[in-house]
C-alpha cells in the first residue's frame, strides 16, 4: 500500500535562509504525489503536485520539489523563507482514488 | 481561492448532545471528504462521497454519519458527542479533472465535554 513519511516532525529555521522539508514515500506503482500547507487556524492548501513530466515542480510562495524515483522521495525546498512560511506541511500520495496524508511538518521561522 | 465552507468553526458541546457540522462547495465538485484531524498527527479520512446518494466510510472508524442529497453539500452528524470526539474536522472536495487535488474548507474544531 502506498504511504508517506515525512521525517522530521519540526523543522526550525533562520528567516532568509534555505529549508528543505523531506517527504518518502512507499509505493510500487506511478505514483501522485502533493505538498500541501495549513496555517495557522485554517484548512489545507494545495503548494505543488507531481503527476507525471519534469521531476522538478514550483508551486506557489516559492517553493518547489523534486522528485526522486530512485531514493523514492519528494522532498519540499525553498531557497530563503519568510516569517509568512510558518506553518504546517503535508505530504500526501494518492492511493486508490485517495489522498494519504504524512503525519505534517511544522515550519518554525526563527527571526 | 478555494470556495468550501465549513460551519461552526469552532463548537463546545456538551456529552450527549447532536451536531451537524456543516460543509458547503460551490465548485461543483463530485467528490467530497471529511477527514479528522489532531494535533501532530496525519489526517484521517473518516468519511467520504463521489456524488449525490452516495457515501463511504474511510479508513479510519467512525461513529459519525454523513449524506448526500444535493452535489453541494455533505454534512457530518454525531448522534451524541462523546469526549473523545474532541477534535479537528476538516471537509474537502476535488474534482476529476485535477487528478484529485483537494480543496479544503478551514475546518470546525469541535470540544466535547
Known amino acids: 500500500a502506498q504511504s508517506v513519511t515525512q521525517l522530521d516532525s519540526q523543522v526550525p529555521v533562520f528567516e532568509e535562509a534555505p529549508v528543505e522539508l523531506r517527504c518518502n514515500y512507499s509505493s510500487s506503482v506511478s505514483v501522485y504525489l502533493f505538498w500541501y500547507v495549513q496555517y495557522p487556524n485554517q484548512g489545507l492548501q494545495l503548494l505543488l503536485k507531481y503527476l507525471s513530466g519534469s521531476t522538478l515542480v514550483k508551486g506557489i510562495n516559492g517553493f518547489e520539489a523534486e522528485f526522486n524515483k530512485s531514493q523514492t522521495s519528494f522532498h519540499l525546498r525553498k531557497p530563503s523563507v519568510h516569517i509568512s512560511d510558518t506553518a504546517e506541511y503535508f505530504c500526501?500520495?494518492?492511493?486508490?482514488?485517495?489522498?494519504?496524508f504524512g503525519k505534517g511538518t511544522r515550519l518554525h521561522i526563527l527571526p | 481561492e478555494a470556495d468550501i465552507y465549513q460551519t461552526p468553526r469552532y463548537l463546545v458541546i456538551g456529552t450527549g448532545k447532536k451536531i451537524t457540522l456543516e460543509c458547503s462547495q460551490t465548485m461543483g465538485h463530485d467528490k467530497m471528504y471529511w477527514y479528522q484531524q489532531d494535533p501532530g498527527m496525519e489526517l484521517h479520512l473518516i468519511h467520504y462521497?463521489?456524488?449525490?446518494?452516495?457515501?463511504e466510510k474511510g479508513d479510519l472508524s467512525s461513529e459519525s454519519t454523513v449524506s448526500r442529497i444535493r452535489t453541494e453539500h455533505f454534512p457530518l452528524t454525531l448522534e451524541s458527542a462523546r469526549p473523545s470526539h474532541t477534535s479537528q474536522y476538516l471537509c474537502?472536495?476535488?474534482?476529476?479533472?485535477?487528478?484529485?487535488?483537494?480543496?479544503f474548507g478551514p475546518g470546525t474544531r469541535l470540544t466535547v465535554l
Open positions: 462521497s463521489y456524488g449525490v446518494n452516495s457515501t
Open positions: 500526501a500520495v494518492r492511493r486508490d482514488d485517495k489522498i494519504i
Open positions: 474537502a472536495s476535488s474534482d476529476r479533472l485535477g487528478m484529485d487535488t483537494q480543496y
